[in-house]
Every structure is written in structure tokens, then in C-alpha cells.
């Protein structure tokens, strides 16, 4: 029937000296079977046949949902401790409980001592304040690498930050660029080259750094930034950042809760190492470029305009905990190597877990709380994650 009317349609295209042929047309073919009103058929249904692929196929909507997927499987990679603070590694899924913005949620995904790759960053702070402490930071570093990395499987990159953001090495496998890299830290020379050198965007930052502004001198919130945004959330599998510094920041124009919310973003675990010299710059605990009365940008990453310096170590409490990771604090009993080692242990008896919101949830913060039904264990983990911009 659609033949036949696809024929009448075309025959009152043709001109009116031809419509008595095409009535006769049209008798012939009712006469003889449709034999003439099916022969247009396998030219017209040729093309229908190659485009009907396509139709089955329609390309915006695989990546949504892809995508859709994706933002709805929450992450978590989580360490237990008992009251003694000594790790258990041996609990199951169903010793957790966990809930999204007050909701009970189901734990669909866990693995124990998970074998998935490890990315991680060194974000080592060079500025004046860390002159006397860098060489131990260097070599406690460098072995850290070397027992932690799998060749087979984990990358590390590094970093340094003082007046600007520098990429020393990005993601690899390989121990002796780590090395080189790690060697290659140092301290500007004095205070008057600093400030010149600032000015003039020098001092090696090269093509992997955030370029120095108005006399900054300890980046801390853009070095999280950068390596969250640019570098972690690339990757896949488990993530860490490990920040050696003294916890003050000075000329970053990332805020610290920006900063934060990137590396939350990017499903990126912070282990913070305080280590702080108090004679390190002109008798300021973490005096960084600028002392307590510096100018040129000194808080406008910051926001503490409360205070003329603040506090580093809270500084870096807030940046580990809000992530899941731990704050170090390095001192005669606690050294960097010992640091080091506690860290390993943990990156090597995390929980990972997953699971999928009871509900479609909207856009922004929702806050995560996992714990155990054993009251006297503590877990750490990351206390929410962000959805859209």
C-alpha cells in the first residue's frame, strides 16, 4: 500500500499532457500483480537499508548515560584504627556502616588491602622557611619511593612550591627520575635574589609551573590545586598527595577551601608532613617569603583576616582530614623516615569501598560518614565528595 502511494504521489509531479499514460500505468500494474508499483522498491529500499544502522545508534545519549554512571559510583579508601591507634586490616564489608547526607547507604563494592595501582605526588615546600630541613626531606623522600612503588603497576610525580608551582617530574614508573628529581630541590639563596627572581618569573620554574605573583613565597594552596586538577584527576585507581611543608601559605590565589574541594573532586587522599624549622626564616615559625607583617599577597589564598600568621599545623590538619589522609608532625621521636613508614603501612591496608546513592542526588556537597559497628574503632576517610561544578 505504501508503494502505491508513494506512486501516486509522484504521478502528479508530471505534467497534465501525461496523465492519461500514467492512469494507464497505474491500470497495467494492478493488472499484472503490482509488478510495475514494486519495481521502485529495492532502489528505495537500498538506501533505507544502509541508514537503518544509524538510526539504531544515536550518538549523544551512549556518553550520557556513560557519564551519568560515573558521577553516581562514589569511591572511598579507608583506614581503621583501634584505640591504640594500631591499624586493623582484617574487617569485612559488612563491619561498616555508612550514610550519605544523613540517608543509609548500601556498600555494593569492597575490596581489603586493594591491588589497584597507586598514583602518587610529592609536593615537596622549598621556600626559605624549609632551607635547614630539605636535605632530610630529600633522602627520607627518595627511599619512601623506593620501598613503596611497584614497577609494575604505581607512578609518582614531583613537585615543589615556594614563589611559584613547579612540575619537577610527572607520573613515572621510574626510580632514577625520581631521584633526579628529588635532587634537583632546593631553596632560593637569599631573600633579595627571591624577590628579584620573582619579578622576573625566573628560577627554573620552567614549562610545568604556575608563574610567581607579587612577591609570594609559599604556594601551598596552588600546589594541591594543580596537582588535583591537572595531574589526579586523569588518573584512576588509588591516589594519594603527600605535602612536606611547615603549613603556611603565602601568594597562592587558589583559597585553601578551593584547594581542598579539588583534591575531594579528584578522589585524592592528603598525608600532610609538618615540618617545621623555628629558626628556619628570621625567627618565624613558618615564615615562608614574607613574615608576620609582609606584604604582596600574603593571604589572599588564605583568608584568615583574623590573624597575621596562621596556624600551619591547623592548616594542614584540615587539608588531611577533609580528604581521608593523616597529618604527621616530625619531630626528635617521630622522624621523617619513621613518618615515612607509617604512611607506607597505611597506603598498604586501606579499605577500598564503593557504592551507588539511594537516590538521584543534586549538584554540590554531600556529606559521607562511614564508621564501624565496633565503637571502639576509628575510621578515616574522606568526609563527602562534589557533584557537577
Known amino acids: ?57 544515536p550518538p549523544p545519549e551512549e556518553p550520557q548515560l556513560k557519564i551519568a554512571v560515573e558521577v ?37 563494592y569492597f575490596v581489603k588491602e586493594s591491588d589497584l595501582p597507586l598514583r602518587l605526588g610529592l609536593l615537596v615546600d622549598t621556600s626559605l622557611s624549609q632551607r635547614r630541613v630539605l636535605e632530610s626531606e630529600r633522602s627520607a623522600s627518595y627511599s619512601f619511593l623506593d620501598h613503596l612503588l611497584r614497577a609494575d ?44 627572581a620573582g619579578s622576573s618569573g625566573g628560577g627554573g620554574g620552567g614549562g610545568g609551573g604556575r608563574g610567581s605573583r607579587r612577591g609570594g613565597g609559599t604556594q601551598l594552596y596552588d600546589a594541591i590545586y594543580l596537582a588535583s586538577d591537572e595531574l589526579m584527576s586523569k588518573q584512576q585507581g588509588r591516589k594519594a598527595l603527600i605535602i ?11 583559597s585553601l577551601t578551593t584547594a581542598v574541594a579539588t583534591a575531594q573532586r579528584a578522589d585524592t587522599v592528603i598525608y600532610s608532613i609538618l615540618y617545621k624549622d623555628e629558626e628556619g626564616y628570621g625567627g618565624y615559625p613558618g615564615g615562608g617569603m614574607m613574615g608576620p607583617r609582609g606584604g604582596g599577597g600574603g593571604r589572599r589564598g ?26 604527621f608532625e616530625v619531630s626528635k621521636k617521630e622522624t621523617v623516615d619513621k613518618i615515612y613508614s607509617e604512611i607506607e603501612e597505611e597506603l598498604r591496608s586501606q579499605y577500598s569501598l564503593g557504592y551507588t546513592p539511594d537516590k ?30
Not at 586490616?89 to 559488612?94: E, G, H, I, M, Q
Not at 604505581?154 to 625520581?178: C, G, M, N, W, Y
Not at 542526588?361 to 557533584?387: E, F, M, N, W
Open 360 to 389: 538521584n542526588t543534586g549538584t554540590g556537597y554531600h556529606k559521607i560518614h562511614l564508621t564501624t559497628k565496633q565503637k571502639d574503632l576509628t575510621v578515616q576517610a574522606r568526609d563527602g565528595y562534589y557533584v557537577g561544578q
Open 72 to 108: 553516581k559510583a562514589v569511591s572511598i579508601l579507608a583506614t581503621v584504627r583501634d584505640k591504640h591507634g594500631k591499624i586493623i586490616s582484617n574487617l569485612t564489608k559488612d563491619d561498616f556502616v555508612l550514610d550519605e547526607d544523613g540517608r543509609p547507604q548500601t556498600i555494593n
Open 244 to 254: 612536606l611543608s611547615d603549613g603556611v601559605d603565602h601568594g597562592s590565589i587558589e
Open 153 to 196: 603497576k604505581d607512578l609518582a610525580f614531583v613537585i615543589h612550591f615556594d614563589r611559584q608551582v613547579e612540575l619537577l617530574q610527572d607520573f613515572t614508573p621510574s626510580r632514577p627520575k625520581l631521584q633526579a628529581a628529588l635532587q634537583s630541590l632546593q631553596t632560593p639563596q637569599s631573600d633579595s635574589d627571591r624577590g628579584s
Open 302 to 327: 588564605g583568608r584568615y583576616p583574623q590573624e597575621e600568621r596562621p596556624d600551619g599545623k591547623k592548616v594542614l590538619q584540615q587539608i588531611s582530614k577533609e580528604t581521608g589522609g593523616q597529618l
Open 1 to 57: 500500500m505504501s508503494t502505491r502511494i508513494e506512486i501516486r504521489r509522484r504521478s502528479k509531479q508530471v505534467s497534465f499532457t501525461q496523465s492519461i499514460r500514467a492512469a494507464v500505468f497505474l491500470l497495467l500494474a494492478a493488472l499484472n500483480g503490482n509488478a510495475h508499483a514494486q519495481q521502485p522498491s529495492p532502489a528505495q529500499q537500498q538506501p533505507q537499508t544502509q541508514q537503518q544502522p544509524q538510526l539504531k545508534q
